[in-house]
């Protein structure tokens, strides 16, 4: 903790093409933390290769997704953005909690569970111990908040179990980090299907808005959107569709849902998708016309690459000594 600032913690994969939903319900809000908190937000590569990745599109992908983050406002002076390999004490304490986390455990971890469903043919060693992994992240840092998706909860409530394990033998070793399920962040959901969340990984094109589709692409899906034949434009489970895109027009203009529905009262359909798919625009563009701008500035960029990764290895290097030291680990000499 510096200048008596809480830190949080927090990371995405560079897996798949962002959505408006990874904009509005994690990048925005990472952005509004960055003043009150001492953040450290990563790109979590080495989450990436539990599945198997095209390796020169991963390197492309986590560049550009370290350069949105940049992009959305967070400041890489004052929070800290790096990627997960270039700090190899998060694999060092993955593996050491790997001895305190037992079988059982990462067996009901639900997202295990679903994605070796669906890579039968690659359900590996670093599938299963995710979570660990994901708990390292967090515990080198000593984050009190961790802003995350509601489905990742239950990865977070094992990596409190472990710390508090961990804790229980050797002392006071970890912070012991809370959840921070974004009561400000927008849930997005598929336009194609409003009950489903919006998703990097949707087969049909039209269900979600990724941050680089330009003005016209966006305009057509919002146009395409399943809304249901009740006609009146109101919110609520009844109406899932006109319900999302209600939030994500919130979301966008930082109005408040009544002073929404006050504004549509009696309109149709149609002229509250245009006007949704309008405020996306608003804010995708000069996020776009950034992302284009700093993926020029290459050395700028680099710089950053390696003045953050040293600062992040800096705070996890002082927090692994300590556990090694705990666990019996010979001191080094210096
Ligand atoms: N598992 C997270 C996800 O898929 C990403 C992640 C990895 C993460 N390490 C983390 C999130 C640490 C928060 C904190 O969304």
Known sequence: MLDGKKVIFSGMQATGNLTLGN???????????????????CVVDEHSITI??????????????????IAAGIDPEKSVLYFQSHVSAHAELAWILNCYTYMGEMSRMTQFKDKSAKHEDNINVGLFAYPVLMAADILLYQAD?????????????????????F????GDVFTIPDGYYGSTGAKVMSLQNPEKKMSKSDENPNASIYLMDDTDTIMRKFKRAVTDSLGVIGYGPEQPGISNLID????????KVEEALKEFDGRGYGELKMAVGE???????????????????????????????ERAAYTAGKTLRKVQHKIGFPDRIR
């Open 167 to 170: 804790n229980n033998i050797y």
């Open 145 to 165: 908040l961790v802003p995350v998706g509601i489905d990742q909860k239950q990865h977070l409530e094992i990596c409190r179990d472990i710390a508090e394990r």
């Open 23 to 41: 904009y509005l319900g994690a990048l925005k809000n990472w952005a509004q933390l960055t003043d009150e908190y001492e953040c450290y937000y």
């Open 52 to 69: 198997r990745q095209d390796p020169a599109v991963l390197r492309k992908r986590a560049r550009a997704l370290l350069i949105l983050y």
């Open 279 to 309: 405020a996306v625009c608003g804010q995708l563009a000069p996020l776009q016309a950034e992302v284009a701008r700093l993926t020029k500035e290459k050395d700028y960029i680099d710089r950053i690459i390696k003045n953050n990764a």
């Open 248 to 255: 994500i027009y919130c979301a966008c203009t930082g109005k």
